[in-house]
């Protein structure tokens, strides 16, 4: 805290914060308190994985095998044919049109709207080999067909996700602009920092609940698929991808870990074995997170 752009450490364990620091008043204190609405960066395409759990349970989409192809912006690209499950593995078959926030066309995915980008830069493509390939598209591609799905009634999704499930204290607000079916929504959201610890809250709960949202992080969980070369996408210490999560962490094989990981240095990670949750907010990833979040997970306070 002292010497870092690390500003908000949070651990949660056995159903109760065990630390609690913020960076002190003579380094980043005077810009965050409790109430600082913080942007997650790319924990939004976890969040975005976790909502798509919740319009299955809603029945606002059939199954984790179900085909986008019933959006009409799809149709005559190569997303046409690929299932949720695919989708929410960022293994769709993108990846001679897309790496990162690239588009071959040399656009960035972030200023643009999905049916720009399947009108331009995936108009009449098929799928190449189905493997992982991180990028922004697909958890903008996932939340924008959760807004399809529920009639563009997005933000009336998330209230009732957010507040009544999980319990949110104040707003949480995703980014885009623009009309809804345009496929504006982007993966990157503004919280607390209490409220993102609640975020992971509600995950390890409904692991352990039996529920329907439960088993879809099991079943979600159940079917990762190897990171292969792009290990380093993440935090670097994760070798496979679930539903927008990172998985199969270096020295904890054997446990059920999921993590949420951010530019900067953004990070959930949650243990669903042990009840442990650590969540970090930073300006900079000039932190150990091998020290502050991997082992903390792995070996508890």
């Not at 308190?33 to 942007?39: A, F, K, L, Q």
């Not at 986008?68 to 149709?75: G, N, Q, S, V, Y």
């Not at 643009?112 to 009108?119: G, M, N, P, Q």
């Not at 493997?131 to 998330?158: D, W």
Request: net charge positive; proline share 2%; hydrophobic share 35%.
């Amino acid at each position: 805290m002292q010497s870092t752009g690390l500003i908000s450490y949070l651990m949660y364990e056995d159903g109760e914060i065990v630390i609690d620091q913020l960076s002190p008043p003579e380094r980043f204190g005077d810009l965050i308190d409790n109430d600082t609405m913080i942007y997650s960066m790319s924990l939004g395409k976890s969040l975005g994985g976790y909502l798509m759990g919740h319009a299955i349970c809603k029945g606002y989409i059939n199954s984790l095998s179900s085909t986008l192809a019933d959006w009409p912006i799809l149709k005559g690209t190569l997303l046409e044919t690929a299932t949720v499950q695919d989708l929410i593995n960022a293994s769709t078959g993108d990846q001679k049109y897309i790496w990162n926030n690239n588009l071959s066309s040399g656009r960035d995915i972030g200023d643009l709207t999905i049916a720009s980008i399947a009108k331009k830069e995936l108009a009449n493509t098929k799928p190449g080999k189905k493997r992982f390939n991180y990028s922004q598209f697909s958890p903008n591609v996932a939340l924008n067909y959760i807004s399809f799905k529920t009639g563009h009634k997005f933000n009336s999704f998330i209230n009732d996700v957010l507040k009544d499930h999980v319990g949110l204290a104040g707003k949480l607000r995703m980014n885009g602009k623009g009309i809804e079916s345009k496929g504006v929504i982007q993966s990157n959201f503004k919280a607390t920092r209490y409220d993102t610890l609640r975020i992971g809250i509600a995950i390890l709960n409904d692991w352990n609940s039996g529920t329907c949202i439960g088993n879809y992080l099991k079943d979600v969980y159940a079917n990762s698929i190897s990171k292969g070369q792009d290990i380093g996408f993440g935090d670097g210490y994760s070798k496979s991808y679930a539903g927008f999560f990172h998985t199969s962490y270096s020295g904890m094989a054997k446990r059920n870990v999921m993590g949420m990981h951010g530019w900067g240095g953004q990070a959930i990670l949650i243990d669903f074995d042990k009840g442990r949750i650590v969540v970090v907010n930073s300006i900079t990833e000039d932190y150990s997170w091998k020290n502050l979040v991997h082992s903390v997970i792995k070996k508890g306070k």
